[in-house]
């Protein structure tokens, strides 16, 4: 099956620009998962989703930054007003969660994001 | 939060030659998972250890969990130009989140 997929692949936008990313996570994975990953940097956590719960968005560096998930598949990650500093990829995963069990992260591509 | 720690930042490895990467948390996990972020690229899962002291190899890649489950390692033997690439760790949070370590970068002299 398909995997992990994210689009647009690459964004370029304006400061001060909104900005909306996809994700499509794996069919039948009820966890989906946002990091931003900055230039040779490791994984920073953004928000979490699991099943039909309140999504866990402790990672969010700003109220700029929001998530959805739509009925329980596809997540997209709005960013407002963007700054330079959010400039990154953006990293998203999704798993197959069971009771008890940390299952397997399966990440998507990427959306790389240049604020100019 | 829990956090892991990854050492080295860096890793030059002469090809053929053997190197280790280490993983430590201050608390205990109940499992550990190594992903491998090649150049470009998104990262990938290579093993999770859930038990004291597990070990696991995948050819030349063997994989240790700490007996007091607080520290995990990658060792390479052979280094190959094909081992290119960020070593990640990660340890479980609450709730199925995992926190990642910063990564070991690996890059290969021919």
């Known amino acids: 099956g398909a995997g992990v997929s994210q689009s647009p692949s690459n964004k370029v936008t304006e400061k001060g620009k909104d900005v909306e990313l996809r994700c499509d996570p794996i069919?039948?994975?009820?966890?989906l998962y946002w990091y931003r990953q900055s230039l040779g940097q490791g994984l920073e956590f953004l928000i979490y989703?699991?099943?039909?719960?309140?999504?866990?968005k402790s990672g969010l560096p700003s109220d700029r930054f929001s998530a959805e998930r739509t009925g329980g598949s596809v997540s997209t990650l709005t960013i407002q007003r963007t700054q330079q500093e959010d400039s990154a990829v953006y990293l998203c995963?999704?798993?197959?969660?069971?009771?008890?069990?940390?299952?397997?992260?399966?990440f998507g591509p990427g959306t790389r994001l240049t604020v100019l | 939060g829990q956090q892991v720690m990854q050492i080295p930042q860096y890793q030059h490895v002469q090809e053929g030659e053997d190197f280790t990467t280490y993983c430590n948390s201050s608390?205990?996990?109940?499992?550990i998972q190594w992903y491998k972020q090649r150049p470009g690229g998104h990262p990938v899962f290579l093993i999770q250890l859930v038990k004291s002291g597990e070990v696991k190899k995948q050819k030349r890649l063997t994989f240790q969990f700490g007996e007091a489950k607080k520290n995990s390692s990658l060792h390479i033997t052979a280094t190959q130009t094909t081992d290119v690439g960020t070593y990640f760790c990660a340890g479980p949070r609450s709730d199925y989140k995992l926190s990642f370590g910063a990564g070991t970068t690996v890059t290969v002299r021919a």
């Open positions: 069919s039948g994975h009820t966890a």
């Open positions: 995963a999704s798993s197959l969660i069971a009771s008890g069990h940390y299952n397997e992260q399966f």
């Open positions: 608390t205990t996990l109940s499992n």
């Open positions: 989703f699991q099943g039909n719960s309140a999504p866990d």
